[in-house]
């Protein structure tokens, strides 16, 4: 299967890059904390007003609403390499053939990771191309990298390759393998994170956020929707189960963002697959006991929930936010119901000292259902009866990378400066399958956890970058000694 999928990519690709025109590549990558950090602090300034917690983000929303001109010249002044920096990056996906190698290699994966992505293999290496017209954008990225222990796993991938087509101007319906991060926070997602390779796909996305202009929904302001269907893989309980997922993304305010998310398992081996089914799980009839006569033909493993970005919700204009994501693993009375939750705190601003933007952020998430009401139910979350391998692709959680059970509070400084460098340093102290019990694949009987890094990416070239971290973790699993880890993190980019 994986020699077709690379026969066709390959074909496709060497047919359109004897065409020398090209435009813009759709999207932003989910996983580029640096970009994420400027595109945020653009719109925190004022500079533009549209949703930023679904990724990948399009390039086309970014450029069409990014306002210079919105604010005095003083804070421009202090904006100006952010806003260089973004219209470079979206000018580097304007023209030509583009094309990159990018390689990583870690003394140990991180178990825990966050939005950027690193530390999922001990080496990976890369080759990255891409072309677009104004109908097609494609994208092959091949990667070789160290297999993991999942049957399914495999060392020569795919991932992030997709071909995305226009459909009305205003929307993108993409085949392909890209990873996602639905949500605020910084170090997870409850609902769809990176945590996870990503897994084949097609997927309908709004491309520019335009309001509506009815009357009864201008309200909403900017909005986006993504849609999503997924394959799982064929190594689990129940082989080949398939996913849906869907997120609208909105900001009635330019202070306040939105998000709305919703996936379903359902399907596979021996599983109900008619449209009746689908039909089932979007009306929410997909709830059973054990011993009700519906359990076996129960359609899917549903979750659904809310997350919020404030800015300054006391205070004039502050630059500081906070964000929280709530995501229910079962419905009561419509609603989501047996909840877990994340919690952060982020500021940011400009020194002179560091000639830079930086950005801190405190977060907190809990993936124990209803723990906030003081006592927490273990062995739900990301878990279910007959979907046994749970909410998880090759054995790891597509949700928050903590998994099933779970407590963790984190800590993270970002400097993006004027030069071209950007620095990330972490702290982070999690509680790993609390009670030692259920399915967690990261901490199968319980794990304390405590990590700490510093890392840095710079430009040593017009097209070659490089990056290297250094990481220090400590783990102690239950009747073990302390293991404790000093991982060493390098890698490059160069681009043609």
């Known amino acids: 299967m994986h020699k077709k999928i690379t026969s066709i990519f390959f074909g496709v690709f060497s047919l359109f890059s004897l065409t020398q025109s090209a435009l813009a590549k759709p999207w932003f990558d989910t996983g580029d904390s640096a970009l994420r950090h400027q595109i945020q602090l653009l719109s925190d300034s004022g500079l533009l007003n549209t949703p930023l917690t679904t990724w990948p983000i399009s390039t086309r929303d970014i450029g069409t609403n990014l306002k210079e001109e919105a604010i005095s010249p003083e804070k421009y002044s202090k904006l100006k390499a952010t806003i260089d920096t973004v219209n470079q990056r979206l000018s580097e996906e304007d023209y030509g053939v583009r094309s990159q190698i990018k390689g990583q290699a870690a003394t140990e994966p991180l178990l825990i990771r966050d939005f950027s992505g690193k530390g999922r293999e001990k080496y990976s290496l890369s080759y990255d191309g891409e072309w677009s017209n104004p109908v097609v954008d494609i994208r092959l990225k091949t990667t070789i990298a160290k297999k993991s222990s999942h049957p399914d796993d495999r060392r020569f991938r795919l991932d992030e390759s997709y071909i995305s087509a226009n459909i009305l101007d205003n929307w993108k319906f993409t085949v392909g393998r890209q990873s996602r991060w639905w949500g605020p926070g910084w170090d997870g997602s409850l609902i769809l994170s990176n945590n996870a390779r990503p897994f084949p796909t097609i997927s309908l996305d709004r491309v520019e956020s335009q309001p509506f202009n009815n009357r009864f929904l201008r309200w909403m302001g900017p909005w986006k929707l993504s849609l999503l269907a997924g394959q799982l893989e064929s190594s689990r309980s129940v082989p080949d189960a398939k996913i849906l997922g869907a997120r609208l993304n909105f900001k009635p305010s330019p202070n306040f963002e939105v998000g709305l998310s919703r996936t379903a398992q359902w399907g596979g081996k021996n599983r109900p697959q008619s449209l009746s089914t689908i039909f089932d799980i979007i009306i929410g009839k997909d709830n059973f006991y054990s011993d009700d006569p519906g359990k ?88 279910h009866s007959i979907y046994q391998d749970g909410y998880r692709y090759q054995g790891n959680s597509l949700g928050h990378t903590i998994d099933s059970d779970s407590r963790i509070y984190g800590v993270g400084a970002l400097l993006a400066q004027d030069n071209g460098n950007f620095w990330r340093l972490w702290v982070k102290k999690a509680e790993l399958n609390k009670d030692g019990k259920g399915k967690n694949t990261i901490a199968p009987n319980g794990t304390d956890w405590k990590g700490a890094g510093v890392s840095l990416e710079k430009h ?35 681009e043609f």
């Not at 129960?298 to 936010?321: C, T």
């Not at 220090?472 to 980019?493: P, R």
């Open 460 to 494: 040593i070239s017009a097209r070659t970058s490089i990056n290297a971290g250094l990481q220090f973790t400590s783990t102690k699993v239950v009747s073990h000694n302390v293991d404790n880890q000093l991982g060493v993190l390098i890698g490059f980019t160069h």
């Open 296 to 383: 076996k033909t129960e359609p899917g493993n549903q979750l659904a929930g809310i997350d919020l970005r404030w800015k300054s919700p006391l205070g004039n204009n502050k630059p500081y936010a906070i964000y929280g994501q709530f995501i229910g693993e079962d419905e009561a009375g419509n609603l989501p119901f047996k909840n877990i939750g994340l919690a952060g705190f982020e500021t940011w601003g400009y020194s002179k000292r560091m000639k830079g933007s930086w950005r801190v952020y405190v977060e907190a998430s809990d993936t124990s259902t209803d723990f906030y009401q003081g006592e927490a139910r273990n062995n739900t979350a990301y878990n």
